[in-house]
């Protein structure tokens, strides 16, 4: 459609003052010099001269202005990651190590992850000083965020330089910045169990990753001394996510896992999912989980096109359905109020109420479809329906390390009509062989000692 149809005389006017004050800005032979060397494959033939020069102006600007605030984060993060970091750790290892001293740290949630909380408990009761450095609720933008992160940056690079051990289960820049000193063990636990979609290096330069440039001028995951793993068959993707190398990838198994292995866990967790649906009336749960969309944390969010009527209508007599959604997820799409009333006491949201832990306890059935919940909830040996609408498209963003596929322990389906022939499938005939096969290859270090392996392989590393 033409330009000059999508926007009015007065609206065009206005932009083409704005693209005329840019190219003032940056001088108008540079932006001359833009225009003429810019040779988009414009999508209507129909555009004019001036239309094509002004669009491209603004383009060229846009990108010029872009690389300007590029070059000057590169600056501040040089000086943050090449100087400062490095001066006020190198002052801190001028003191010795308190052998005594453990870090806990996670800069994404208020409290501690799932994947520390055993460890946490258990060097507490050996007499270590657990600390934690958790999210330090800056504000949401401006010179106030900043001022927060660089003073608890410059907090965890002083208690790293003393510290023997350091956990982290996410991305943590500042680590990067120093490598550990002799008698310091930074110990990767990572948010997930397997290897599902990619992360880290594995994603460079595409939509969801850092550019290669970036990772280049400042290396991430670089400075571990231990990271641990829920199987050996997942260590080669671990290496080609964090480029550190195989003998530091530990298959001992994920430290979170060891809770499903409790005496009565299971039970618990159902008791406390059927509390949250008071309408479950003795129906089996579906929980339904899946990973969020988007090409950042930030900007994370959730969009399924189920048809949560006909899924009512099939269903409703011998299941509930129960969403659990990820908690990075804050944009997440409400029921409208004729669908919520006409599917009432089938549909629970349970995001905000319940574990995933609870949730995986609780329920007979589970439908995700990128998220790595599927490798803690195979532990169970349980059914699970792969709800893909969207394969190709994020096959082609974000990947995964194993062939989709052939990878998921489950059907594959890709609308309502098909999770609802699955799900009576799987009521008829189950494969059970098929998930404790996943299981074994994925989680095999997961069998309810995963946190004292890891533990003792630690404390006794230096000896």
């Given at each position: 459609?033409?330009?000059?149809?999508?926007?009015?005389?007065?609206?065009?006017?206005?932009?083409?003052?704005?693209?005329?004050?840019?190219?003032?800005?940056?001088?108008?032979?540079?932006?001359?010099?833009?225009?003429?060397?810019?040779?988009?494959?414009?999508?209507?033939?129909?555009?004019?001269?001036?239309?094509?020069?002004?669009?491209?102006?603004?383009?060229?600007?846009?990108?010029?202005?872009?690389?300007?605030?590029?070059?000057?984060?590169?600056?501040?993060?040089?000086?943050?990651?090449?100087?400062?970091?490095?001066?006020?750790?190198?002052?801190?290892?001028?003191?010795?190590?308190?052998?005594?001293?453990?870090?806990?740290?996670?800069?994404h949630y208020d409290t501690l992850p799932d994947n520390m909380q055993d460890i946490y408990e258990k060097l507490s009761q050996m007499g270590y000083t657990c600390e934690l450095l958790l999210n330090p609720k800056a504000p949401d933008k401006g010179l106030g965020k900043q001022f927060v992160y660089f003073l608890y940056y410059r907090k965890f690079t002083k208690r790293y330089a003393r510290a023997k051990f350091v956990f982290f289960t996410e991305y943590f820049m500042p680590l990067y910045a120093n490598k550990p000193r002799k008698g310091t063990h930074t110990?990767?636990?990572?948010?997930?169990?397997?290897?599902?979609?990619?992360?880290?290096?594995?994603?460079?330069?595409?939509?969801?990753?850092?550019?290669?440039?970036?990772?280049?001028?400042?290396?991430?995951?670089?400075?571990?001394?231990?990271?641990?793993?829920?199987?050996?068959?997942?260590?080669?993707?671990?290496?080609?996510?964090?480029?550190?190398?195989?003998?530091?990838?530990?298959?001992?198994?994920?430290?979170?896992?060891?809770?499903?292995?409790?005496?009565?866990?299971?039970?618990?967790?159902?008791?406390?999912?059927?509390?949250?649906?008071?309408?479950?009336?003795?129906?089996?749960?579906?929980?339904?989980?899946?990973?969020?969309?988007?090409?950042?944390?930030?900007?994370?969010y959730i969009h399924s096109p189920l048809d949560y009527k006909a899924l009512f209508d099939a269903l409703s007599d011998r299941y509930i359905f129960v969403s659990k959604l990820h908690p990075l997820v804050r944009n997440a799409t409400e029921l409208d109020e004729a669908t919520a009333a006409s599917t009432e006491g089938f549909l629970y949201d349970i995001s905000a109420?319940?574990?995933?832990?609870?949730?995986?306890?609780a329920a007979d059935m589970v439908i995700s479809d990128y998220s790595s919940l599927i490798f803690d909830y195979s532990l169970l040996e349980r059914p699970m329906i792969f709800y893909a609408y969207d394969l190709e498209e994020y096959e082609e963003g974000r990947s995964f390390y194993y062939p989709y596929r052939d990878f998921v322990p489950g059907p594959i389906v890709t609308d309502t009509a098909g999770i609802i022939a699955a799900v009576n499938e799987q009521d008829r005939s189950f494969d059970r062989e098929r998930v404790a096969r996943f299981r074994q290859e994925f989680m095999s270090a997961c069998d309810g000692h995963a946190t004292d392996r890891i533990l003792d392989y630690l404390i006794n590393a230096d000896q």
């Open positions: 459609m033409r330009i000059k149809k999508l926007l009015s005389r007065k609206q065009k006017k206005l932009k083409e003052e704005l693209i005329e004050y840019e190219i003032r800005k940056i001088g108008r032979q540079l932006a001359g010099e833009m225009i003429k060397n810019y040779d988009p494959e414009w999508p209507d033939p129909e555009l004019t001269k001036k239309e094509k020069e002004l669009l491209a102006a603004r383009y060229e600007v846009t990108r010029a202005l872009a690389d300007e605030r590029k070059i000057r984060r590169y600056k501040k993060r040089d000086f943050l990651f090449f100087k400062y970091w490095p001066g006020v750790y190198q002052k801190g290892c001028k003191k010795p190590i308190d052998e005594k001293l453990a870090l806990f740290v996670n800069d110990v990767q636990l990572w948010h997930a169990s397997g290897a599902f979609k990619k992360f880290g290096y594995s994603t460079a330069d595409t939509s969801w990753g850092m550019s290669r440039e970036t990772m280049e001028k400042f290396p991430i995951h670089n400075t571990y001394t231990d990271v641990f793993v829920s199987a050996p068959k997942v260590v080669e993707a671990y290496d080609d996510a964090f480029h550190c190398g195989t003998d530091i990838i530990r298959p001992l198994g994920t430290p979170r896992t060891d809770e499903y292995y409790a005496p009565g866990r299971v039970e618990r967790g159902r008791a406390a999912v059927e509390k949250l649906c008071p309408g479950i009336n003795g129906r089996k749960i579906i929980l339904y989980a899946p990973t969020f969309r988007g090409n950042s944390i930030k900007k994370s109420t319940a574990s995933i832990e609870d949730a995986l306890c």
